[in-house]
């Protein structure tokens, strides 16, 4: 027996002028212009915490710890006639993982801060509802009321 094969599903153009209408609407708000320069700043962030972590932490931990292991390679056998053994650079893995961790550490913290923020913007109390129109007409009545019997 042999499988019937589905007829291929049929795209609508209406569903095709929502999706570019939902794409504009993204766009224009300026969610892809502050994606944007998310992008910038945090290449930007990335580059000074490489060389933070490569030109400071590294040497003060290999200070510390009485060795440089920005340098650390381990020598793989030659095999296959190869001219050169491969080298896997274990110390560059190592600045690889302090980096992660000081931009995690450091993305954690503003987070941290934004959710504080977030936190106070969301204490002040909400205004009372707005009263529909015969709300406001029988308040009204019920002042005028109130005054002349007073």
Do not use: C
């Amino acid at each position: 027996m042999a499988k019937k094969e589905k007829p291929p599903k049929e795209i609508k153009a209406g569903k095709i002028r929502s999706f570019l209408n939902e794409f504009k609407t993204f766009a224009v708000k300026g969610n892809m212009l502050d994606m944007a320069v998310g992008m910038i700043v945090g290449g930007a962030f990335t580059a000074l915490v490489t060389s933070i972590v490569t030109h400071l932490a590294t040497p003060l931990i290999g200070i510390f710890i009485g060795v440089d292991f920005s340098e650390w390679n381990i020598i793989l056998p030659r095999l296959y006639g190869n001219a050169e053994p491969g080298t896997l650079a274990i110390g560059k893995f190592f600045n690889s993982v302090i980096s992660f961790v000081v931009v995690a550490f450091i993305v954690f913290l503003f987070v941290k801060a934004l959710n504080k923020f977030r936190k106070k913007e969301d204490e002040t109390p909400p205004e009372p509802p707005k009263l529909s129109a015969e709300a406001e007409l029988l308040a009204e009545i019920r002042d005028l009321l109130k005054e002349k019997t007073q």
